[in-house]
């Protein structure tokens, strides 16, 4: 009889508990006893290690999809794969951070070849973060991946280290999956020893191969583009070093930008603004928002990110009565 292995985990798990309580103390008494739980080693390095780096794990969300990344600065910079910011407006991504808050952000750098790029987070708070590595890796060591498979952020796997490639690139058997690529693979410090990038699978399920861009590269990655880190650290309104006890105030980012629309969620517009860019460029109720700069829009997310960078210009193309216009739009014109 032939087994598809993919199914085994769910033969012969139906089961059966019954569990019988016994009163001891008499119904008028009433003590309240501590309710702990003994971990063995094994789960205490898991908490402590997921308790520590999973506030710095990050969701970046763009035109193209979703993936993972790591803040590697308290100023915002995040470290991710190149082929998650891939599809962008102009670089332009959001970044959602693990307690549940959205922030524009601006790709800085790219490396195709490593599948590495640096985000940095247009915000003046002090973000968690996760130290790389320092040290050696070695097969057979306790590894730890955080992501956002499928859009499930947070969500923890554990695995070994199964081999480095003569590349340096890192195996594991630690499951990663859609939506983890760019997160960290972790040792059991909490340190970033690598960058989940890929799996190899035959059917787009995890099969216990994955790669991760390992700490040696991202360290040189870093060390490349410093200029360009240093001068976005600075434009984002943060400082490029730990900032000293009572810092002098920095100027507040400037507003978002605003289109002056009221859009469906299948993004025809149902209102305009009066006095708006939209009125001045001339958009009526009805008119349904094709593209950006040339690149289809596929839902409203994709605007709000869009604008979000404050563009100065862009190239709109509506659809109206089965014709499609594309119109110059100047953000700056009062």
Do not use: C
């Not at 199914?7 to 309580?21: D, M, N």
Request: proline letters at 8%; a neutral charge.
């Amino acid at each position: 009889m032939n087994v598809n292995p993919l199914w085994l985990p769910l033969l012969g798990l139906t089961t059966s508990l019954s569990i019988s309580l016994i009163a001891i103390t008499p119904p008028s008494e009433s003590i309240a006893l501590p309710l702990t739980v003994a971990l063995n080693p094994d789960e205490q390095v898991r908490v402590r290690l997921y308790e520590q780096a999973s506030p710095a794990v990050v969701t970046i969300q763009t035109a193209g999809g979703s993936g993972s990344g790591s803040i590697i600065s308290e100023a915002g910079l995040v470290l991710t794969n190149e082929h998650v910011v891939r599809r962008t407006y102009r670089g332009r991504v959001e970044v959602l951070t693990a307690a549940g808050d959205r922030y524009p952000a601006q790709v800085i750098a790219t490396d195709r070849t490593q599948d590495l790029a640096i985000v940095q987070i247009f915000s003046q708070r002090e973000f968690p973060t996760i130290p790389l590595g320092q040290g050696t890796t070695r097969v057979g060591q306790q590894v730890y991946a955080i992501g956002s498979p499928f859009g499930l952020a947070g969500t923890l796997t554990t695995g070994i280290l199964s081999r480095i490639a003569p590349n340096g690139d890192l195996q594991t058997d630690a499951a990663i999956n859609q939506g983890n690529s760019g997160g960290p693979l972790l040792n059991s410090q909490g340190d970033l020893i690598g960058v989940n990038k890929a799996i190899v699978t035959p059917s787009r399920g995890n099969v216990g191969i994955g790669f991760a861009t390992p700490v040696g590269g991202v360290q040189a990655f870093l060390s490349q583009n410093q200029d360009a880190i240093a001068q976005a650290t600075a434009q984002a309104g943060q400082p490029t070093t730990t900032r000293p006890p009572n810092p002098v105030p920095t100027p507040t980012p400037a507003e978002p930008v605003q289109l002056g629309v009221e859009i469906t969620a299948d993004l025809i517009v149902r209102g305009v603004e009066q006095g708006s860019i939209a009125e001045r460029i001339g958009l009526q109720p009805g008119d349904r928002l094709i593209a950006i700069n040339r690149q289809r829009i596929r839902s409203v997310r994709d605007i709000q990110i869009f604008m979000a960078g404050q563009p100065q210009q862009a190239l709109l193309t509506i659809a109206r009565y089965r014709r499609l216009a594309t119109v110059q739009v100047d953000f700056t014109s009062p």
